[in-house]
């Protein structure tokens, strides 16, 4: 296995995809390669990221767009 | 117990909007509209169309709820629905001049070996330590310079939390090319983000 190979092989290895021989060939590499190791720790905090970025407390929503969003309904049962 | 409570307590309510019960309508308006914003602010990047889109997004809500079925959350089914009004927002709208992903995926020699030996990043507890609302706005900037269809798939799966089966149903993509998009998304980010996260320099 080459980095580029390994570099391929983040995705299913993070994601615990990889059949029990290729797994064993993506960590020998690892072991072997600290660029590719530095690569997939940095891949993996940029994982993190995206969960650090998801948490954010929702605003309520402004009075007019509930209002808008319930007149809507009435609108549409109206024509029903 | 508490959840069968809930699980009831969810169906009682649901019953309520079949029936048409207008207070159960306003309730979920209020309870739900605002998660719902910040999802399609999140995808579109415009507070009217997101406006829009979450609009959107309880109308056909409102029109199928008597086949929801209740085998997923009400929360979960309305963030479906407004993921869905969102994306088909941003199909409709005229795409900004962007860079290739090509440019942004690792670059290897022909052996294979890194043409750039990746530089080691803060380590976890130092990127947990980042100002948040600092982090969570440089990762969300970064995010927003990926190519339209990674930045998609990247924020349907990472940021929203869809599944990869799900991702793929909402892009009309197989669920193989939606993994391939999103760790070429994935990597991609890394590289935006690198100059930001190396350990031994400063925002």
């Known amino acids: 296995m080459n980095c580029r190979e390994c570099t391929d092989f ?13 797994q064993r060939i993506f960590e020998g590499h690892l072991e ?21 970025a998801r948490e954010e407390p929702p605003e309520p929503l402004p009075d007019a767009m509930i209002a808008a969003i319930l007149a809507a309904r009435g609108v549409k049962s109206k024509v029903d | 117990m508490e959840r069968s409570d809930g699980a009831a307590s969810e169906a009682d309510f649901v019953a309520r909007l079949r029936a ?7 309730e979920l308006v209020r ?10 602010r999140r995808l579109l990047r415009s507070d009217d169309d ?3 889109a979450v609009q959107e997004a309880f109308i056909s809500a409102f029109r199928a709820i008597r086949s929801f079925e ?26 900004r001049p962007e860079v290739s992903i090509d440019e942004l995926l690792p670059k290897f020699h022909e052996d294979g070996q890194h043409v750039d030996e990746p530089a080691e990043w803060r ?7 980042l100002e948040s609302q600092e982090t969570r706005i440089l990762v969300r900037e970064q995010i927003d310079r990926l190519p339209a269809d990674y930045r998609t798939v990247l924020m349907l799966r990472d940021i929203e939390g869809l599944d990869t089966k799900e991702t793929a149903e909402l892009l009309g993509v197989t669920p193989n090319a939606a993994k391939i998009r999103l760790h070429r998304a994935r990597l991609a980010l890394r590289t935006l983000l690198d100059p930001h996260m190396r350990a031994r320099e400063t925002l």
């Open chain 2, 20 to 26: 048409g019960d207008e207070a159960a309508y306003a």
């Open chain 2, 31 to 40: 309870s739900q509209g605002g998660r719902m914003l910040a999802v399609a």
């Open chain 2, 50 to 52: 997101a406006a829009d």
């Open chain 2, 70 to 95: 209740g085998g997923a959350r009400l929360s979960t089914w309305l963030h479906r629905i407004v993921v869905n009004a969102a994306l088909m927002k941003l199909r409709t709208r005229a795409r």
């Open chain 1, 32 to 52: 072997l390669c600290p660029p590719c190791l530095t690569y997939l720790e940095s891949y993996r905090a940029t994982l993190k990221l995206c969960e650090s």
């Open chain 2, 123 to 129: 380590s976890p507890a130092q990127l947990a330590a």
């Open chain 1, 10 to 22: 983040l995705i299913d290895y993070l994601n615990g995809d990889l059949p029990p021989a290729q």
